[in-house]
């Protein structure tokens, strides 16, 4: 019984032994594991450098508030300065307009942009606003008006005329779409409600044919305006209308021209009859051929008509 006993005392003391080396193992592993990776990340950490993000310089630069004509004096202008990132600052722009307030514009500047000075002049002709709005080939050229052929005054500048000859017995149209470029020596256009100046005489820009063409006429007759909308770039349908034209009766009775549509509103009595001739809708009293049947008609495809464009 003592040898057993002594034996398995043994048995327990290797296995505790064991079990010791192993946590021992253990451990001595888990540091090495540690510092290793303490290693890792302090490599990765030096190898990624400090990044500082710095926020763009910025340079304030004056800008015309509103539109600038050609010809203004720069001490004129009205100017708000606004912020540029520096590198974003066009090349030649002035931020600084103390050095530039006696010169003059030589182009239309658009607001809300920076100057510069290839815009700029302080020769004296440039303040001009007259002479810098003529384009290279074009000419001005100045016409003696009163109330009548100048349209009241409303053909005042900016203002876009077609230019017309009257004389005894014809009238013609000499020059179309032509600019007024200043009125009685201004160049501010017509605005406003209050009736307007009448001038005695306009300059006008025009095409080298055009200013031979009016300065012909002016020996024929009298020359008058015909005052255009802005937007209206239409061509007269015809240039020429003699006194021979009128005998004919009213133009407007005359007028014809193909038919594509026509409609009636408002019932039989009182009603309203309209037909589409060339493209627009004119009131008639008759109804053209095969639109409806049992009605007063004309000539095939054409309509009289008391025309309410």
């Known amino acids: 019984m003592p040898a057993r006993t002594s034996v398995r005392a043994s048995r327990r003391r290797a296995n505790a032994n064991l079990a010791g080396t192993v946590m ?9 594991l ?3 990776g303490g290693r890792s990340e302090q490599t990765a950490a030096a190898s990624t450098p400090n990044v500082t993000v710095a926020q763009f310089d910025t340079v304030r630069v004056p800008v015309p508030v509103d539109s600038v004509p050609a010809g203004t ?3 004129e202008i009205r100017f708000k300065n606004i912020s540029f990132p520096s590198h974003q600052v066009p090349k030649g722009a002035i931020t600084d307009v103390t050095a530039h307030l006696d010169s003059v514009t030589t ?3 658009p607001a809300n942009l920076p100057l510069f000075a ?14 810098e709005r003529i384009p290279a080939g074009m000419r001005a050229m100045t016409l003696k008006v009163d109330a009548t052929s100048a349209v009241e005054g409303w053909a005042g500048s900016g203002s876009f005329v077609d230019i017309l000859l009257v004389e005894k017995n014809r009238t013609t149209v000499v020059a179309e779409m032509v600019r007024i470029l200043s009125a009685e020596r201004s160049v501010s256009p017509v605005e406003g409600n209050a009736a307007p100046n009448v001038p005695s005489t306009v300059t006008v820009l025009v095409t080298q044919e055009q200013c031979l063409a009016i300065n012909t006429a002016i020996p024929l007759g009298k020359i008058a305006f015909a005052l255009r909308g802005n937007d209206d770039r239409e061509r007269w349908s015809s240039t020429t209308f003699t006194a021979d034209s009128l005998k004919s009766g ?10 594509t549509g026509y409609f009636e509103a408002g019932g039989a009595k009182g009603g309203r009859s309209f037909a589409l001739t060339d493209g627009k ?5 008759v109804v053209p051929d095969g639109f409806l049947a049992g009605k007063t008609s004309r000539k095939a495809g054409r309509v009289e008509s008391n ?3």
């Open 73 to 75: 004096r720069v001490s």
């Open 118 to 131: 290839a815009n700029l002049s302080t020769q004296e002709h440039s303040i001009n606003p007259v002479l």
């Open 250 to 259: 009213s133009l407007v009775k005359d007028s014809s021209g193909v038919i």
């Open 307 to 309: 025309a309410k464009d």
């Open 107 to 109: 182009a239309l500047l």
């Open 24 to 32: 021992l193992s253990a451990a001595v592993l888990s540091a090495a």
């Open 281 to 285: 809708w004119i009131e008639t009293e």
């Open 34 to 36: 540690l510092v290793r």
